[in-house]
Nanobody
Framework: QVQLVESGGEVVQAGDSLRLSCAAS????????MGWYRQAPGKQRESVAT???????IYADSVKGRFTISRDYAKNTVYLQLSSLKPDDTAVYYC??????WGTGLVRPVEYEYWGQGTQVIVSS
């Protein structure tokens, strides 16, 4: 059982940058994929970034070029660097981990076996 704890969300202005962290309670070496998804009020969950075990990264079109996902195996932590933030990026951001996801694309939220409690990002215009 792995527990994930997100942090780093806050209120920022449009154009600002932010780094979210996802700390795992155990090793993430065995994870086939880890990633971030978000949910804005009244909207469905949206995958924004995935990092697979081979190090490949995949992004949603809405964040491509602005967000960067990375991981630190020594710290069992996954990061999401958010840049050029827009009001539309306002959401609760969740970290997910999958032991079984295969493929090369974005991992859908429903595919994650583990997820955290989320961290709120609010982007004001």
């Amino acid at each position: 059982q792995v527990q994930l704890v997100e942090s780093g969300g806050e209120v920022v202005q449009a154009g600002d940058s932010l780094r979210l962290s996802c700390a795992a309670s155990g090793s993430i070496l065995s994870m086939k994929a880890m990633g971030w998804y978000r949910q804005a009020p009244g909207k469905q969950r949206e995958s924004v970034a995935t990092i697979r075990s081979d190090g490949s990264t995949i992004y949603a079109d809405s964040v491509k070029g602005r967000f960067t996902i990375s991981r630190d195996y020594a710290k069992n932590t996954v990061y999401l660097q958010l840049s050029s933030l827009k009001p539309d990026d306002t959401a609760v951001y969740y970290c997910g981990a999958s032991l079984s996801s295969w493929g090369t694309g974005l991992v859908r939220p429903v595919e994650y076996e583990y997820w955290g409690q989320g961290t709120q990002v609010i982007v004001s215009s």
